[in-house]
C-alpha cells in the first residue's frame, strides 16, 4: 500500500475503473464535486466499495448542515470529509474532518493558516499543500505526530510525488498526474509515513 490518495475527479464510469486498477496500491480515493454532482451518494458508496474513501467538498456553511451533510456522506460509506478551516471556531472537532489549513493555489489562507493550525485538535487531520514542502514541515514540527496531513498538489501544480511525505506528511492526494496513468503510483514507496499513522 502506498500512501497517495487517489483524486477521482473524472466520471464515474472512469473514476471507478481508475480505482479498481488501484485497488490494493492506493492507501485510498478521494471524491469531490465532480462525482457528486453526476452520481450523487451513489458514487460515494462506490467509490468506497473499493476502499477508504474522503469525500472533499470543503464544507464551509453553519454547524448544523455541516453535521447533516457529514451524516449522508459517511452513512454512504466515506470514511471522512474535508471541511473548510476558516468556519472555525463554529466548526467543532470532529474525528471524521479534515481540516482545510492551507490550499495549493493562492487564497486568504496564506495569511491564516498558522493560526488555523493552532485550532486543529480534535480533527482527523489538517489538509496542506504538497506544492509547498517546506509549509509542510513547519506544520508537522507544530502539530507533532498527533494529527494526520494529507496534502494536493502534486503533478500540475508542481509538488513532485515524495516531496510532501518527505516533509511530514503522512499522504500525498494526487489527481490529474495519476488519472492520466495510474503505473505512475509506483513511483510512490510503499512504506508508513515518518508517523506512521492508519491510512486516511
Not at 25 to 50: I, N, Q, T
Not at 59 to 81: N, Q, W, Y
Not at 126 to 150: F, K, M, Y
Request: with cysteine; charged share 25%.
Amino acid at each position: 500500500m502506498r500512501p497517495v490518495i487517489a483524486a477521482l475527479d473524472v466520471g464515474l464510469k472512469e473514476a471507478l475503473r481508475v480505482a479498481g486498477s488501484l485497488r490494493g496500491e492506493a492507501a485510498g480515493f478521494k471524491v469531490g464535486w465532480d462525482l457528486v454532482l453526476e452520481s450523487g451518494l451513489d458514487a460515494v458508496r462506490a467509490v468506497a466499495r473499493l476502499g477508504p474513501t474522503i469525500v472533499d467538498l470543503k464544507l464551509g456553511d453553519v454547524p448544523h448542515i455541516v453535521s447533516r451533510v457529514i451524516e449522508k456522506l459517511t452513512s454512504a460509506g466515506a470514511c471522512c470529509v474535508i471541511a473548510h478551516g476558516v468556519i472555525r471556531p463554529s466548526l467543532k472537532p470532529d474525528e471524521r474532518i479534515y481540516l482545510l489549513v492551507k490550499m495549493s493555489a493562492p487564497s486568504l489562507y496564506d495569511r491564516v493558516w498558522r493560526d488555523l493550525l493552532a485550532e486543529a485538535s480534535g480533527f482527523r487531520g489538517v489538509v496542506l499543500p504538497a506544492n509547498e514542502p517546506e509549509v509542510i514541515a513547519e506544520a508537522r514540527s507544530r502539530l507533532g505526530c498527533g494529527l494526520r496531513i494529507i496534502s494536493p498538489g502534486v503533478g500540475p501544480q508542481g509538488g513532485r510525488p515524495g516531496d510532501a511525505l518527505r516533509a511530514g506528511a503522512d499522504f500525498e492526494i494526487v489527481g490529474r498526474y495519476l488519472l492520466e496513468d495510474p503505473r505512475r503510483v509506483e513511483e510512490w514507496p510503499s512504506a508508513p509515513s515518518k508517523c506512521g499513522l492508519p491510512g486516511p
